[in-house]
């Protein structure tokens, strides 16, 4: 098919289309993009005589989605609101940038922060789903014990197979003393995409005279606020939950790898850092 001009109609459609194809009709579907199909469907009332214009509108953007491979546009093409993950809306105070988003916190992964989360002396991973689309701005966290001349770096790193994969970027966030704390300079830009599974880490990487701690849930199955498991468990009436990823063997590099292969981990439980990210 090289363009739309002599095209069978629809089933129980008019034969003539006085909008869509004959605007479409000098395009090959290779060189159509979202803006022509933007530009063609206004003005096309959403009523009932414009049924046949409608479905024909459908058709071309479908073909061109395959044709051209996109199939992420299936559900996002031209920006909109589909998504990937399991989430619900994206509040307009995470995505304008004024609030937060809590890896530990929102939905899939997650759970109701009521606890303390170690900053261990290896790097320790665990899931989250990106509620917004964008560069962060900052990343945060809320020290509920300090100790000084401890720092940790908090990173993200992109999935791949549901594994992580790379490191995106990080902040080192001095854990010295109690509060609420926000890192602004970060070690790369950080791009994540609303619906996508992320990973975020942290681990010691200057140490003090003993161990900080920051907000998290705790990782027993039985606490009340316990997050979500990764589905394995050591027995059904185990009360320890599996839900993070471990790279115990990386302990004395003191810091965030560049990138992580499937023999670098171990699966166990660990409390889950409640890390505050903006956009």
């Not at 964008?134 to 940790?152: H, K, P």
């Not at 990487?205 to 990782?219: K, R, V």
Request: contains cysteine; hydrophobic residues 35%.
């Amino acid at each position: 098919m090289d363009s739309w001009g002599d095209h069978m109609p629809l089933p129980d459609a008019d034969k003539r289309s006085p909008r869509v194809y004959t605007n479409l009709q000098n395009l090959d579907l290779a060189n159509v993009t979202f803006s022509n199909i933007e530009s063609t469907g206004d003005p096309i009332a959403i009523e009932e005589a414009n049924e046949d214009e409608l479905r024909r509108l459908v058709l071309v953007n479908l073909a061109r989605l395959v044709c051209a491979g996109e199939w992420d546009g299936l559900l996002s093409a031209g920006g909109g609101g589909g998504i990937a993950g399991p989430l619900g809306p994206s509040p307009a105070d995470v995505s304008d940038g004024s609030g937060f988003m809590l890896t530990g916190s929102q939905a899939g992964w997650g759970g109701l922060s009521s606890g303390q989360c170690v900053i261990n002396v290896y790097p320790i991973l665990h899931a989250f789903v990106s509620q917004v689309t964008g560069d962060l701005a900052s990343i945060s966290v809320n020290v509920t014990t300090g100790d000084a001349g401890t720092e940790g770096d908090f990173g993200i790193y992109s999935d791949a197979d549901g594994f992580p994969d790379s490191l995106l970027g990080y902040a080192t966030i001095d854990l010295s003393s109690t509060g609420e704390i926000t890192q602004t300079s970060l070690s790369a830009t950080i791009s994540l995409v609303r619906g996508t599974q992320y990973w975020v880490a942290h681990t010691r990487s200057a140490a003090g005279g003993g161990y900080a701690y920051i907000d998290g849930l705790p990782n027993e199955r039985t606490a009340v606020n316990a997050p979500a498991s990764m589905g394995v468990y050591d027995s059904i009436g185990s009360n320890g939950e599996q839900n993070a990823l471990i790279l115990s063997s990386f302990a004395a590099t003191t810091s965030l790898p560049a990138t992580i292969t499937n023999a670098d981990y171990s699966v166990d439980g660990k409390d889950r850092p409640n890390i505050g990210l903006k956009w």
